[in-house]
């Protein structure tokens, strides 16, 4: 669709999630509403992680110089990325209501995996300041090198659409931050090696009605028919795909963000966009996943 239906698109899908939160959920409870609206904000974030303008300051920019006829309200660049961190629940609480619209919670199959959030590079790691009290050597292993920094922990339906993510410091298995994103989904989960446990396995499938499968080492007894083996790999690889689009379109592993708060919103923003990619391309008949193409201009 052309840019300008794609901006309106947005702020109509925004606008009646926030509508139906706000019902229940007040976002304030005294002072002044806000000369540019949070639909409006949320719009812009959304917008321009879609244009690949990945800096709070740049989408602002962008706006101001482009589009301030369509967003009058738009005031300085400090008030917008001020507003814009304090919508951090709300940008969830819109992203898990689109999840749910899309049958995402409900769907029987899951698939799990992880990636890194660097902070800075090994070699600056004994200068850097940044997220000094989470921040920790990890290992990634598609990249085979070290970094200093964060790990993201991420659960998909099998239509790629986002359930769960969470961030941890690079030191936590990958099978003890399962849990947080786990919560709400049921039947069974796909994950790799690094996922390999039975105790795992055992208490997903007693506390949470999992069935937790993964390939196995090398050097370990396979019982399972190949043929199944082969499909629950193949599925797997959804996962990577939505991973390599938040990495590679979104930039969720930059982490340019200098306190916590303002890199939860950082990934939460970017989960909504993704989620709200997902929800277009369903209502325009496309594959879920097929952002390419999806704003024309």
Known sequence: MPLEDFIIAVFCCVEQCLQEI???HPLRQRGF??????????TMEVVGEFLGIDKEKHIWRYFRHHWYAWFPGLG????FVRQAANLWV???????????????YADPIHMIDGFPLPVCHRAR????????????????ASKDEYYWGLHGNVVI?????????????ATVDERVALWEVVDDVTGLLIGDKGYISNRLHEDLLQYQALDLQTPLRSNMRETRPPECVQQLMATRRLVETVIGQLTDHLHIEKVRA??????????????????????????LGRAPLQFEGLITD
């Open 258 to 283: 200098r306190d916590l708060w303002h890199l939860t919103s950082r990934i939460s923003r970017k989960i909504l966009a993704h989620t709200v990619g997902v929800f277009l391309n369903r209502m």
């Open 76 to 79: 300085s660049r400090s008030t």
């Open 90 to 104: 709300v940008k969830q609480l819109i992203q898990r209501k689109i999840a749910t619209l899309l049958g995402a």
């Open 22 to 24: 706000a019902a229940t």
């Open 157 to 169: 339906s099998l239509t790629g659409v986002i359930t769960g993510i969470t961030a941890t410091t």
């Open 33 to 42: 509403a806000p000369q540019c609206s949070d639909s409006e904000v949320l």
């Open 125 to 140: 790691a004994k200068r850097c300041k940044t997220f000094r009290e989470v921040s920790a050597l990890g290992y990634c």
